[in-house]
Nanobody, 120 residues
Framework: QVQLVESGGGLVQAGGSLRLSCVASNGIFSLYTMGWYRQAPGKQRELVARMSTTTNTIYADSVKGRFTISRDSAKNTMYLQMNSLNPEDTAVYYC??????????????WGQGTQVTVSS
């Protein structure tokens, strides 16, 4: 069973920074694509950033140049460094682990989420 535990959310002023952490099950990074998603009130959950098992990364256009996804395999921890935050970044942020089996079945695991609130 994959376990994901986020932390690091909070209240920050516009222009500020936060770093989110996601502690994952041991050895997960070699098997699962890891990602950060967010969901704002009244909106659908959206991808923020994703890192493959080979550390290829993709970012949502809205966060490119401001957010950085990274991981520390020794600590089984994934990070999301968020800089130049603005009120539109306010959301619950979720850690995700995804892999597809040889038959194309998708396995998704989610953390409990951490609230990020950016005040103007």
């Amino acid at each position: 069973q994959v376990q994901l535990v986020e932390s690091g959310g909070g209240l920050v002023q516009a222009g500020g920074s936060l770093r989110l952490s996601c502690v994952a099950s041991n050895g997960i990074f070699s098997l699962y694509t890891m990602g950060w998603y967010r969901q704002a009130p009244g909106k659908q959950r959206e991808l923020v950033a994703r890192m493959s098992t080979t550390t290829n990364t993709i970012y949502a256009d809205s966060v490119k140049g401001r957010f950085t996804i990274s991981r520390d395999s020794a600590k089984n921890t994934m990070y999301l460094q968020m800089n130049s935050l603005n009120p539109e970044d306010t959301a619950v942020y979720y850690c995700n682990a995804n892999r597809r089996s040889g038959l194309g079945v998708s396995f998704d695991y989610w953390g409990q989420g951490t609230q990020v609130t950016v005040s103007s």
